[in-house]
């Protein structure tokens, strides 16, 4: 029974396609994540949605959209692919308890998304 | 400008000896920090956490030691085994972001030798 899934896992398309990438949690979470992990392998936080709700939202090309139809659901819809998108895209969840000192939360991720743009 | 640092790229030990990770931060805004593991075509997975009002906190074979003064934490795993081996990322966060805006570091890759 998956907490974190992603579809579809490998993503294979050319440049100025548009595509999506959907997420779901079965965790009871109010926030969801998208990261995205570079040639580097750096893991980089793209958008935080709490309750639907755009919370975080880094320095992300406009063509990157987030959607959250619902708290447990958050999809990335991208325009125009370009080459550079070429990554791993992992989603994430957890629970917000930020506030008092010792109540920090955990991320629970998704299996990854490998897109490859040609 | 990388906030939070793992200088070790990889790290080899032997099976049954003591593995010891490193993670530096420079932003004194973060109070909350992590340990990740990830296998090879999998997502990371949470392992230990710390907040800054402690120095250590353990589980199991992991401890998480802070350094707070040093901007510096550090994961000791004790006795480390062959399925230890895996990438582990430390990640950091400030709580009074309810947004909780985690910060990556590059990753270390270790690998435990039978």
């Known amino acids: 029974d998956t907490a974190v899934s992603q579809t579809p896992k490998y993503l294979v398309t050319q440049m100025g396609n548009d595509k999506s990438i959907k997420c779901e949690q079965n965790?009871?979470?109010?926030?969801m994540y998208w990261y995205k992990q570079d040639s580097k392998k750096f893991l980089k936080i793209m958008f935080s949605?709490?309750?639907?709700?755009?919370?975080i939202n880094e320095t992300v090309p406009n063509r990157f959209s987030p959607k959250s139809p619902d708290k447990a659901h958050l999809n990335l819809h991208i325009n125009s692919l370009e080459l550079g998108d070429s990554a791993v895209y992992f989603c994430?969840?957890?629970?917000?308890?930020?506030?008092?000192?010792?109540?920090?939360?955990?991320?629970?991720f998704g299996p990854g998304t490998r897109l490859t743009v040609t | 400008d990388q906030q939070v640092k793992q200088n070790s790229p990889s790290l080899s030990v032997q099976e049954g000896r003591i593995s010891i990770l490193n993670c530096d931060y420079t932003?004194?805004?973060?109070?909350?920090f992590l340990w990740y593991k990830k296998y090879p075509a999998e997502g990371p997975t949470f392992l230990i956490s710390?907040?800054?009002?402690?120095d250590k906190n353990e589980d199991g074979r992991f401890t998480v030691f802070l350094n707070k003064s040093a901007k510096h934490l550090s994961l000791h795993i004790v006795p480390s085994q062959p399925g230890d081996s895996a990438v582990y990322f430390c990640?950091?966060?400030?709580?009074?972001?309810?947004?909780?805006?985690?910060?990556f570091g590059p990753g270390t890759r270790l690998s435990v030798l039978p």
């Open positions: 932003n004194s805004m973060f109070d909350y």
């Open positions: 994430a969840s957890s629970e917000v308890r930020g506030g008092a000192k010792d109540r920090g939360s955990e991320q629970y």
């Open positions: 965790l009871g979470h109010d926030t």
């Open positions: 990640a950091a966060s400030d709580l009074g972001n309810y947004g909780q805006n985690f910060v």
């Open positions: 710390i907040s800054s009002i402690k």
């Open positions: 949605y709490n309750n639907k709700e755009l919370i």
